[in-house]
C-alpha cells in the first residue's frame, strides 16, 4: 500500500527548480507523481510548487525526509513543508452565537467532505450544545468576560494541546484572540469576516456595507494573525444586493456566503492546497 | 400619438403615498401606468417610486406638470422629478489614454442600446481622435496640466454649455476635476473607478489588489461628488483572480468588468431608473 | 393590529389596471399599501402584479375579499389569488437517502428564514430520522418499490391531507410521483433537480454534464409537473468547473447549488412572490 | 535570446510521466520550465500536460524536437503537438450582420490581449467593412446563398490558404459550413453559440430560453465539428434574468456575455491553453 504525501515549497524563482525538485523525488523516494502545480509571483520573484506523490519506499517518512531534502531545500533558499496524507488532523471548531456555520461545517463533516477529525467544540456561549451532541462532538462551554480573558485563554489552549488540535476554525466566534493566541498557532487558525475585506474592517460589516449601498455584499475567509482582519486572505465570494434587499435580507444572503467560504477554506486547507507568504496566499486547486 | 414620461419620488414613508401618486396621474391626465415601482428603506423611513406611463393629453408638460404636482409633492415632503421620454439628452465622453470604455460605449451606442446623442468626446490627449472620428462623434483635444487645469475647466465648461450636455461621463478619464466643476453637474457625472469600491480608493487600485491577495477583483461606477471615490455607487461586478493571474492579467479582467459596470450605469441613467439619496442609489431595474 | 394580505394577479395587458385594482383595495378596505410591483410578458401580452397591503378593516377576510373582488376580477379576465400573511402554513419535506438539503431547510427553519410550521418528514429511507428527530419534525418511513408505490402514494396522501399540508418540498427524493399524486397539488410540489435545466434532463445529470465537458454545472429549483424535469423553473444557479474538477468535486460543487436554489424556492413561495403562468414563473423579489 | 515553446500532451495515465517528459526536456535541450500544469481525467484514465519552456539551444527547432520527441511519445501512446511562442499566428474572423462579437475583438487585438495576426475579415453582408477599413484589416465581401454556397466555400478555402490561417473564428457567422469546410480545420475554429449548451441549441435560443422561463441565460464558445453545436466547449458563461427582463433586454445581456466567452476562447487558443480531447476541452489557465 503506497503512502501518498504533499510537498509544499516557496523560494526565490530561478531556473530548474522544477527538475531539481522531480528528480529529488524520484531518485530518492521513486514516487509516482499525482499531481504537481507551480506558480510565479512575478512581481515578487517568487516560485510555489505543491506536488501530490506516492511511493512504496518505506523509508519515506517525516524524519528522513526532513534529512534527505533538506539539505537541496537550503541551497535554494526554499521555504518548505512535506505533509503525509495518512497523518490524522485535529480541528476545534469555535463558535458564538450564530450557529449556520457551525451547522454547516458539521453536516459537510458527517457528509465526507473534509478529512479530519472534528475533536471539540468551544463556545462562549450554550446554543451550540444541542448540535454539537446531536454530531457527536464534545462541547465545552467556556463564557469569556473582558476579566477573564486571560484564564479563560489559558484554558483554551490547554483543551487545544490536550486534543493535539493542528487546525482552529472561528466559526463566526466573536470573540478578538490575543496575540500570545494567535501565535501559538500560526497559519493554523482560520476566520470568516462578513464582509468582502479590505472593505468594511471591524465590527457591523453588514450595517456598514448597506449604509455605503453597495451593490453586492461580500464574504471572506482568511488565517488570523495579530493584526484583527488582516491576515491572509484564503477565499471570498458575493452576492448581489438589490433594490429590494434590507438589512435582514441582506444578512440572511450574508450567511450563505459566510457558509461557503468557511468551508472552502477548511476544505483546502485540511487538503494542503494553501501556501501562505507576504500575507497572501496561493490555492493551488 | 401618446407621450411617455417618467416620475421618480422619494419622500418620508407615511400610508396612502401609492394611491395618492396614482389617483393624481389619472385624475389629472387620465395617464396609462406603463411600469410602477416601490421600495423602502426602513433604516432611514423613506419611500422611493418609479412610475413611467403615457398619456394623450396635450396639457402634459413640464411645465404644467410642475404647477399641478407641485402642492402634493410639497404636502408629502417629496424629492421628485419627471422626465419625459422623448427629450433630448445630450452625453459627453471624457476619457484619457485607455480607450477600451469609450470603444465600448461608441458600439453599444451604434447598437442602440443607449437613448441619447453623443454630442462630443473631450480628451486630455490625442490618441481616442481616430475612434471619434469614426463614429462621427466632435473631438475636442484639452491638454491638462496641474497650472492649466482652471482654463481647461472653464473651456470644458463653456463647451458642455454649448452642447446642452445632461451627461458627462468620465470613461477612464484620469483627471481630478474641481469641486466647482462636480457642483455644475450634480448626480450627472458618471465615472468608473477600477476596484471593488469602497476597497482600494484612490490610484492604482489594481495594484493594490494584487499585492492584498484578494480573491476577487472588482470594478465600480458611481456618481461624482467632491470626494473623490465617495459617490452614491450604481453598479458594480467582480471577477474571480485565480492562483495564475499575475497583475497584467488581473488588468485585463479588470477591463472587461469597467465596461460592463459603466455601460450599465449609463443605460441606467438614461433611462431615468436611477434615485440618489444619502449617498446611496436605488435602481428602478 | 393591522392585517397583513398579498393579492397576486395576471391577466391579459391594458389600460387601467394598476389604478383599478389600487383603487379597490383603497376603496373597499382602506389599506396601506405596503408594497406593490407589476411586470409585463410582451410577447403574450399579460400583465403580473403582486400587491402587499394592511388593512385595520375587520371585513376584510377571504370570503368577503372574494365576493368583493369577484366582480371587477371576472370583467378584467384576471386569474388571482389572496393570501394572508398570518394564515399558518404547513409544509412537509420529502426525502432519500442525501441529506444536505434536508439539513439545510432544517437549519434556515430554525435560524427563522422560512414562515411556516415544518409539520412532518417523509422518506422512503430511514437515514433522515436522526435530523427528523433533532429538530423534532415527525419522521414517516414509507418505503417505496414499484409494486407498492400506488398503496404508498394512498398513504403519504392520506398524512398530507391529516396535516393540512400546503407545500411540498422534494428536498432530493429520488421517486418519481404520479400523475395523480402531481395533480392533487398543483403549484404546490417544489423539486430540485441537479442540473441547469433544459440541460441534462433525467437521471445522473452530474455524469451527463462531466461528459459533454460543460464549464459551469447548475441546479434548478421547479414546480413539479406532470412531465418530468419540465415544470415552471423557479430558481438557477451555477458553479465554474475548472481543469482539476473531476465528478466527485463536481458532485461537491453541485451540491452548494443545490441547497441554494431549493432553498431560495421554498421561501419566495411561502412569501407569495412566485406567480406561475404559462409554464414559467415571474418572481417578486 | 532564448526560444519559448510550449508542449500539449495527452496519454494514458500512468506512473512517471512528468519525470519522464521534464527529464527528456533537460537532457535534451537544458530548457529552463516556465510553467508545467498537469490534469487527468480519472473517469477515462487520461493525463493532460502543458509545459512552457525556454531554451537556448539553437537545435530546438520543430523539425528536431519531432525526431528526438517522437520515440517516447510513441511508447506511451501520446497525442502530443509542440508551439513555438515566435511563430506567426495567422486569425481570419468571419461575420454576418451582428458586430458587437467583430467590434469586441478588434478592439482587444488593439489593446494587445492576442498574440496573432488579424490577416482578414470575412463577411457575407458589407456591414462590417466600415470597422474592418478602421482597424486596418482587409475586408472581403463573400455573399452566400443556397446555391452558391460551395462555390463560395471554395473562395472562402482559397483565401484563408494564400493567408496561412491558422484560426477561424466565426464572430456571428450565421452561415452553416460544410463538413468539407470543418475537416480543414479541425480544432481551428471557434465559435460563438448564444446558449448554455447543451440547452438550447439550434436557431433563436434566446427566444427558446425565454419561453422556457430560465433565470440564467448563457452563452458558451467551442470548437467547430461536424454536428452542430455538439463540438468541445471552451468557456460558457451565465448572466441572470430578472422578472424585468423581455427579450430585447435578454438579448442585450447575451450579447455581453458572447463578447466574453469568445474573446476568452480566442485568447487560449492563441495561447496554446486548450486542449481537446473525447469532445471536451482542458483548459490550463
Known amino acids: 500500500m503506497p503512502k501518498t504525501a504533499i510537498l509544499l515549497i516557496d523560494c526565490p524563482d530561478r531556473k530548474g527548480l522544477v527538475v531539481a525538485i522531480v528528480d529529488f523525488l524520484v531518485r530518492q523516494y521513486d514516487v509516482n507523481i499525482l499531481n504537481s502545480d507551480q506558480h510565479q509571483d512575478a512581481e515578487l ?12 519506499d518505506p523509508t519515506c517518512t517525516l524524519k528522513h525526509f526532513h534529512s534527505a531534502f533538506g539539505p537541496l ?20 471548531l469555535f463558535v458564538s452565537q450564530y450557529l449556520h456555520c457551525l451547522a454547516d461545517l458539521l453536516q459537510r463533516h458527517q457528509a465526507g467532505e473534509f478529512r479530519c477529525n472534528l475533536s471539540l467544540i468551544v463556545s462562549n456561549h450554550e446554543n451550540a450544545r444541542p448540535l454539537a451532541e446531536f454530531y457527536g462532538i464534545p462541547f465545552h462551554h467556556l463564557p469569556v468576560t473582558r476579566e477573564t480573558r486571560p484564564q479563560v485563554e489559558t484554558a483554551q489552549l490547554d483543551l487545544l ?13 466573536m470573540q478578538i484572540l490575543s496575540p500570545a493566541f494567535v501565535d501559538a498557532y500560526p497559519q493554523r487558525i482560520i476566520n470568516v469576516h462578513h464582509s468582502f475585506l479590505p472593505a468594511f474592517t471591524g465590527a457591523k460589516p453588514y450595517h456598514a456595507a448597506f449604509a455605503r449601498g453597495v451593490k453586492l ?28 434587499d434590507q438589512l435582514p435580507s441582506l444578512i ?21 492546497r494553501i501556501l501562505s507568504y507576504a500575507n497572501k496566499t496561493v490555492i493551488f486547486a
Open 73 to 92: 531545500a537550503a541551497k535554494l533558499h526554499m521555504n518548505w513543508r512535506i505533509e503525509f496524507a495518512d497523518a490524522p488532523r485535529n480541528v476545534a
Open 45 to 56: 520573484g517568487l516560485f510555489f510548487m505543491r506536488v501530490e506523490f506516492a511511493t512504496d
Open 217 to 244: 455584499i461580500g464574504s471572506t475567509s482568511h488565517y488570523v494573525t495579530e493584526v484583527l482582519d488582516e491576515g491572509p486572505i484564503i477565499e471570498q465570494d458575493v452576492a448581489r444586493v438589490t433594490q429590494n
Open 161 to 173: 494541546a490536550e486534543h493535539r488540535i493542528d487546525l482552529i476554525v472561528l466559526a463566526r466566534y
Open 252 to 272: 440572511q444572503k450574508g450567511r450563505d456566503l459566510e457558509r461557503l467560504v468557511l468551508s472552502r477554506a477548511v476544505q483546502w486547507h485540511l487538503e494542503h
